[in-house]
């Protein structure tokens, strides 16, 4: 068995080549262990490896959890995992193919910017095992998608959002139009929409036209001026509860209320991750979170490749398994409507059984 020494690398190719170590072959667990996903101890040589997109590993959100995914699994099938970072897009492909050259078989791409490139690697390389989180689009039988439903947990925030609003007025802007980002932005538009539905408000939502799917992207998933400029916009234009899909982004619309002092009232809905428990200097912004269960994907798939079991078959995560879900209230649980989490039970429940659609053009 190949194996690596774990180490999350920065950079491109050439940094990656001076710190993958090859090593001697790795002894077996001594006693069978039992995965996440039911699959038996390790049946087959593998070794994992994870590429980060731009955002990289210390995210607090989309990637910093699938390498979570893999270090779970990792530590699960007596293996060693390799994370490499990459700092931009021209990372992605040299990236790949030097983690292959190296001796990785299950290669976990992380997100839908990596599409292209991974593509590319499982098409010249048949026999490594490839998983891309958030991309349905790969057609190759060593390729395995993990994709998530989205849009329901979004519509739970959304109705959330309105039943809390006092402005009516809020707002979802994304890092880059992608199908991964704006189905967050649908299933947010249009839980808005169900509320005023039933209750006969009238709350906007800035940021996103649904019908036409056009509205406001940062350009990019990192925390910085425009990121923070554009959540200004909206908090100026009245907003008070805001939704930025994008990875780190979230920190500079964090930066954007508190510039605008205690009492501001604005609050935030983060995404993929619970942000209140991750970003710890920003829990008191965070109204809740919609959850992507992408740590417990990744780690069943690559458990599932080390029991022999693995298959394109796409994992897909829905309300119905937990894939997807909406986090606890918080410091906010006080003061929301008392009645807004029975609501929120009931309209989850609705979803699930089929007596309310959500779709999304970018759901699975």
């Known amino acids: 068995m190949r194996k690596f020494t774990r180490t999350a690398v920065r950079g491109g190719a050439v940094a990656i080549g001076a710190v993958l170590l090859l090593a001697g072959c790795a002894a077996a667990p001594e006693a069978p262990a039992e995965t996440s996903g039911g699959a038996a101890e390790p049946t087959v040589d593998i070794q994992p490896c994870i590429i980060s997109d731009s955002g990289g590993f210390d995210d607090r959100s989309f990637n910093q959890l699938g390498a979570e995914g893999l270090r779970a699994a990792a530590e699960t099938l007596g293996v060693e995992a390799v994370e490499v970072e990459s700092q931009s897009e021209a990372d992605y492909a040299p990236n790949l193919s030097t983690v292959i050259d190296n001796g990785c078989n299950m290669v976990v791409s992380v997100g839908f910017a990596l599409s292209e490139a991974t ?19 790969i057609e190759l039988d060593n390729v395995k998608p993990i994709i998530y439903d989205t849009s329901q947990a979004a519509f739970l925030a959304g109705y959330a959002a309105a039943s809390y609003s006092e402005s009516g007025k809020v707002a979802t802007w994304g890092g880059m139009q992608f199908p991964t980002v704006t189905i967050f932005m649908d299933g ?17 939502v800035l940021g996103w036209d649904r019908e036409a799917q056009t509205g406001s992207f940062t350009g990019g998933f990192e925390a910085g001026p425009t990121a923070k400029s554009m959540a200004e916009t909206f908090i100026g234009q009245g907003a008070d509860v805001l939704l930025p899909v994008g990875g780190p982004i979230f920190l500079s619309a964090a930066e954007a209320i508190r510039d605008q002092g205690d009492d501001a009232g604005i609050t935030m809905i983060g995404v993929d991750a619970d942000l209140y428990e991750t970003s710890p200097d920003y829990a008191d912004l965070f109204l809740t979170s919609i959850l992507k269960g992408m740590a417990e994907g990744v780690q069943t798939v690559v458990e599932e490749a080390g029991a022999g079991e693995f298959s394109n078959e796409p994992y897909i995560g829905t309300l119905e398994n937990d894939g997807v879900g909406l986090a606890p209230f918080h410091d906010f649980e006080g003061s929301v409507d008392p009645e807004l989490q029975s609501q929120l039970d009931e309209i989850r429940e609705g979803i699930i059984n089929g007596d309310i659609v959500v779709e999304s053009p970018s759901s699975p």
């Open 119 to 137: 593509a590319a690697a499982a098409e010249a390389n048949p026999d490594v095992q490839f998983t891309i989180i958030d991309d349905n689009a």
């Open 188 to 204: 947010f538009y249009d839980g808005v929409m169900y509320y005023n539905e039933q209750t006969g408000e009238d709350v906007q």
